[in-house]
């Protein structure tokens, strides 16, 4: 952990003590995900929400100058604070979520995964998935969500 709250990897975090916006929220979602139980956990939740932008998103270049967000950045902070605020309050099913819950499972494929349904304007350098086909990532996350919505009877694996 760094002197500011956050993480970083590599040999010029040594140097500069100063975190990675991207790294940290990518490790609060993984030790949370994984009820890794230790209060060290709040400084970097702390201060992944210290780094917020006037946007309303975070940008891992912001200590360079950046003046607005970064969809890449912001996503991987929220999933991070996302799992640590259910981990921390061990969050209660709200009933109001139950239609979208329905949603999630009506979109399930027979075989168990669920597809990739949009495509987002921009540069693409490369697809991972077929839009229509088989997606991991969907898969990945509506089955997290069903284990946290049926008190963990879903297997994580995708």
Not at 110 to 130: A, P, S, V
Request: with cysteine; charged share 25%.
């Amino acid at each position: 952990m760094q002197r500011d709250g956050g993480i970083n990897y590599g040999i010029w975090a040594s140097w500069t003590g100063t975190s990675e916006t991207c790294i940290t929220g990518m490790v609060l979602s993984l030790l949370s995900y994984f009820e890794y139980d230790d209060d060290r956990l709040d400084a970097p939740a702390d201060h992944l929400l210290g780094q917020q932008m006037p946007d309303g998103g975070w940008n891992c270049q912001r200590p360079n100058g950046a003046t607005h967000s970064s969809v890449h950045t912001t996503i991987s902070v929220l999933e991070g604070l996302r799992f640590y605020y259910i981990q921390a309050v061990n969050a209660a099913r709200d009933p109001r979520l139950g239609e979208a819950i329905d949603i999630v499972r009506g979109a399930q494929r027979e075989d168990g995964r669920w597809t990739l349904q949009n495509r987002y304007r921009g540069k693409t350098y490369f697809e991972l998935e077929r839009l229509g086909a088989p997606s991991r990532w969907n898969t990945l996350r509506a089955l997290r969500v069903l284990n946290w919505w049926d008190g963990g009877s879903v297997v994580r694996e995708a």
